[in-house]
């Protein structure tokens, strides 16, 4: 295996990062691995049904069609027992990442801004992407440079992510977007978002900056084997931010 | 009764289903249509007769499940058990 093994993690013990797995999640073991993998993390997966997220400090929501993307996606997955553990986790700063169907679960439960339609064209995109870092205040981004561009792949339906204008001008004042898609040279514009969301908006954050959403796959682009590495840099800013606030 | 949920996005958002119906629509023939939004209807029975309580949860069901008031907008309509499906035609 060319896992990376998380020398750095000394300081703060070994990363805890509890995965939730609703009916219908299906990247929920490649965020497992990428975790496993890239923070050397022990990973535990949570059931929809369950409460106890077991004292994480990181917890995802994985890419997938939960409750069979009906209605609209992610809304009935808000309604888990276990997403109550996860607004309160969130609430205390815990850090929480929403992948795809994940992100679309965060908009629908009302921990980020904004809401989901049907992508532009009408088709299920399925293909990597190119997303330029537009914010370090995450600590999935804080280890990464702003600007920076990362190839990971997109696959969905609905990630076409709006918000209504007064709502996306505040996020805008606060910092709130946290990753556009781009061209490969990191320019916007004709060919780079795949879907018609807002302002090429790929990925987001709350106000406080520690729960954060994308629509392309982090977790299939960490490891060389899955084709590309850019995915692992978000977990690896994660292993650095804990470090630093871990006082290492 | 039975209480019926129109759900349709808000005015102004992008709605790429009504689009292209619309396209469809055009290549039919039917050059006078000029706009198209796609939205859905649920039809809920609910075992009460007394229309106020009938409407009253019809909208705190599409209030918390129905409708994702960022984007869309519901109406609801109310009918008489049986109105629909048993009245003489």
Redesign the interface.
């Known amino acids: 295996m060319s896992a990376a093994t998380p020398a750095d993690g000394a300081g703060a013990g070994i990363p805890r990062v509890a995965v939730v797995v609703f009916p219908g999640s299906n990247c929920d073991e490649d965020a497992a691995l990428a975790s496993r993998n890239v923070l050397g993390a022990d990973v535990k997966m949570v059931r929809h049904d369950e409460r106890a997220l077991g004292d994480p400090d990181l917890v995802i929501l994985p890419g997938g069609f939960s409750y069979g993307d009906y209605?609209?996606s992610g809304?009935?997955a808000r309604?888990s027992p276990v997403m109550e553990s996860v607004a309160a986790f969130a609430g205390q700063g815990g850090a929480v990442l929403g992948i795809c169907n994940g992100f679309q679960i965060l908009?629908?439960a009302g921990l980020l801004?904004?809401?989901m339609?049907?992508?532009?064209?009408?088709r299920f995109v399925c293909r990597d992407v190119f997303l330029r870092v537009e914010s370090k205040r995450t600590p999935f981004t804080l280890a990464i440079n702003k600007g920076d561009v990362l190839r990971m792949p997109v696959a969905h339906g609905d990630g076409?992510w709006?918000?209504?204008k007064r709502v996306y001008e505040e996020m805008l004042a606060r910092d709130q977007v946290v990753f556009r898609y781009v061209r490969a040279d990191g320019s916007r514009g004709e060919g780079g978002n795949p879907n018609?969301s807002l302002d090429d908006v790929a990925g987001i954050c709350n106000v406080r900056g520690n729960i954060v959403g994308l629509m392309p796959h982090p977790e299939r682009a960490s490891e060389e084997l899955l084709g590309g590495t850019d995915g692992a840099r978000l977990f690896k800013s994660f292993a650095t931010t804990r470090m630093a606030m871990h006082g290492a | 009764m039975t209480v019926l949920v129109k759900v349709m996005?808000k005015p102004g958002?992008?709605?790429?289903?009504g689009k292209?119906i619309a396209d469809a629509l055009h290549r039919l023939g039917y050059g006078a249509v000029s706009d198209v939004r796609a939205g859905k209807i649920f039809r809920i029975e609910v075992d009460t007769d007394d229309p106020k309580a009938a409407r009253e949860a019809g909208s705190q069901m599409a209030e918390k499940?129905?409708a994702?008031p960022?984007?869309e907008d519901y109406e609801l309509v109310l009918e008489e058990a049986g109105a629909a499906a048993g009245a003489p035609r």
């Open positions: 209605l609209r809304a009935m309604f908009c629908e801004p904004g809401a339609l049907r992508n532009e064209g009408l076409n709006t918000a209504e018609g | 996005l958002v992008l709605d790429p289903q292209a499940l129905l994702n960022v984007i």
